[in-house]
């Protein structure tokens, strides 16, 4: 089993709403920019901003206008569900790269985009520029059953999207290509395929029975992904379940698995950004506390490349 390491809970200077405590709990995705840990939350307008090595409480993004309902079951009907956080290289209007959360897919309300241009420390400059994902999204939705996009990550000239298996279904490594997203993106235009996108199947395998599925990843040096999995016990892409537990593996770009190995702890893993130095690889984790009385976490692990 991989060993983690509890480093601190994603606290806020304030809370987002009068209801909500002053922490994030659903953390769903994790980009290291320098010394700045940003977090994405699947059921928040902000995004999270924390200084790595320190445990005071984060700043916060706003990237929607207006509030969330409070209301549990209201909320989760209504929030945009950015499960993806990913750093996007320099390009024409970005010249120090950007972030982009994406919603997940999983509803018609949750096709947004938001993109986040950054400065020469990796902080945050512009101010965010909306993106509707719909016509991305629904060529994909031709190609697999429940959307629910995940993770992404950048491969070999590819946008690589992780959609995730759930009960009855398999885990997809969706590779789209990058230069017209991107090209897109600049154009300040909605993101559309020219060619069709190649989906890979890829079995994770179980925790206790339950499928571990796909929830983020992040690219190596050496061009394979690192991601992250959680055994969650659920039918769909929209209901929570039990967490069995969460694991960490190594697929490469083609969707062959490398490598895969459960945590020490049932927790419910989201993101994930890597490191290396060495033959070791650093990683930082980010979880989703699934109750929104208690905070997210950011741990840690070390794996060795070679074993």
Not at 120 to 145: C, I, K, M, Q
Request: hydrophobic share 45%.
């Amino acid at each position: 089993m991989i060993h983690t390491q509890k480093i601190r809970e994603l606290h806020l200077p304030h809370a987002t709403s009068e209801s909500r405590l002053p922490f994030i709990s659903a953390a769903s995705g994790l980009v290291q920019v320098n010394n700045l840990l940003y977090v994405v939350a699947d059921d928040e307008h902000h995004l999270g901003v924390f200084a790595a090595g320190h445990v005071g409480p984060g700043e916060l993004v706003r990237l929607f206008e207006g509030t969330l309902p409070d209301k549990y079951k209201k909320r989760k009907v209504q929030k945009p569900d950015l499960e993806t956080l990913l750093l996007l290289p320099t390009f024409a209007g970005f010249p120090h790269g950007a972030l982009l959360a994406m919603g997940s897919g999983s509803k018609a309300n949750r096709d947004a985009g938001v993109l986040l241009g950054l400065d020469t420390l990796g902080n945050v400059n512009l101010a965010p520029r909306l993106f509707d994902l719909s016509l991305l999204y629904d060529a994909l939705r031709g190609e697999v059953d429940g959307l629910n996009i995940e993770g992404a990550a950048i491969a070999d000239g590819k946008l690589l999207l992780l959609q995730p298996g759930n009960k009855g279904a398999v885990n997809a490594l969706i590779a789209c290509e990058l230069e017209p997203f991107i090209a897109d993106l600049a154009a300040n235009i909605a993101p559309r395929l020219r060619v069709p996108p190649v989906v890979r199947a890829v079995a994770l395998g179980d925790i206790d029975g339950v499928p571990l599925c796909f929830t983020d990843a992040a690219t190596l040096p050496d061009g394979n992904l690192l991601f992250t999995a959680v055994a969650e016990n659920t039918k769909n892409s929209f209901d929570d379940g039990a967490c069995n537990g969460s694991a960490i593996g190594i697929v490469d770009a083609n969707g062959n698995l490398k490598a895969i190995e459960r945590l020490d702890q049932p927790y419910k893993v989201e993101g994930v950004a890597a490191t290396m130095h060495a033959d070791e690889i650093n990683v930082l984790l980010v979880t989703d506390a699934d109750d929104v009385s208690k905070a997210a976490w950011l741990l840690s692990a070390v794996l060795n490349k070679n074993e």
